[in-house]
């Protein structure tokens, strides 16, 4: 079992639509939890991070921890052409460098 | 620049051959990190530097795969008798101080491919 695991997709949604995208992990000593987006032949940029369990909200975008249950989301509402992308969540805590997952592959269709 | 550059962009070489990859930091930036991204797959950590020294090397895949930072700026990864499997996006990224929540900031990254 790998530390992160991430539904590839892809997944397709129109515009407008709510999107969810979620992460589970099994290594108890990640702390601070972030999704990084990724355009096509890009690097990886920083869209949030928590440190711990609990919410944080920027503009159209949410991020939720629950390290109880081990599982990140991310929310985006009214998604937008702009937002395709390929979203990876990512985590950090003890003496680990910063682990990814997979990505998921979001298009938003006009 | 303001950002991290990483040349080259795309380099194709053949089975066997040495290849280095150079990235530059943010100026500032203390931590480096070097990641390899295969097609569809999430960037994978394969070293990171604190100033000169690796403070952790352990996603190095073999010893094949090397790297330095000898001024505490630029890092050059080195990946010698190259394999077809070495074909990916190395990535590098650079960030104020290594670990917690620090942002790490990613170069577009170089593309080989070895034929």
């Known amino acids: 079992q790998k530390e992160v695991e991430q539904d590839p997709g892809p997944l397709s949604v129109p515009e407008g639509a709510i999107v969810s995208l979620n992460c589970t992990y099994s290594?108890?000593?990640?702390?601070?939890f972030m999704w990084y987006r990724q355009y096509s032949r890009k690097g990886p940029e920083l869209l949030m991070y928590?440190?711990?369990?609990g919410n944080k909200e920027d503009g159209r975008f949410t991020a939720q921890v629950d390290k109880s249950s081990k599982y990140i989301s991310l929310f985006i509402r009214d998604s937008q052409p702009s937002d395709s992308a390929t979203y990876l969540c990512a985590m950090i805590g003890g003496n680990t460098p910063l682990v990814f997952g997979k990505g998921t592959r979001l298009s938003v269709i006009a | 620049g303001a950002g991290v550059s990483q040349t080259p962009s795309n380099k194709v070489t053949e089975k066997g051959k040495y290849v280095e990859l150079r990235c530059d930091p943010i100026s500032g930036h203390t931590a480096l990190y070097w990641y390899r991204q295969s097609l569809g797959q999430g960037p994978e950590f394969l070293i990171y530097f604190q100033g000169t020294g690796a403070a952790d090397d352990s996603g190095l895949p073999n010893d094949r795969f090397f790297a330095v930072r000898p001024e505490g700026s630029v890092s050059t990864l080195k990946i010698q008798r190259t394999e077809r499997g070495d074909s990916a996006v190395y990535l590098c990224?650079?960030?104020?101080?290594?670990?917690?929540?620090?942002?790490?900031?990613f170069g577009e990254g170089s593309r080989l491919t070895v034929l």
């Open positions: 990224a650079s960030s104020v101080n290594a670990g917690g929540a620090g942002e790490l900031f």
């Open positions: 928590t440190y711990s369990s």
């Open positions: 290594n108890s000593a990640f702390q601070y």
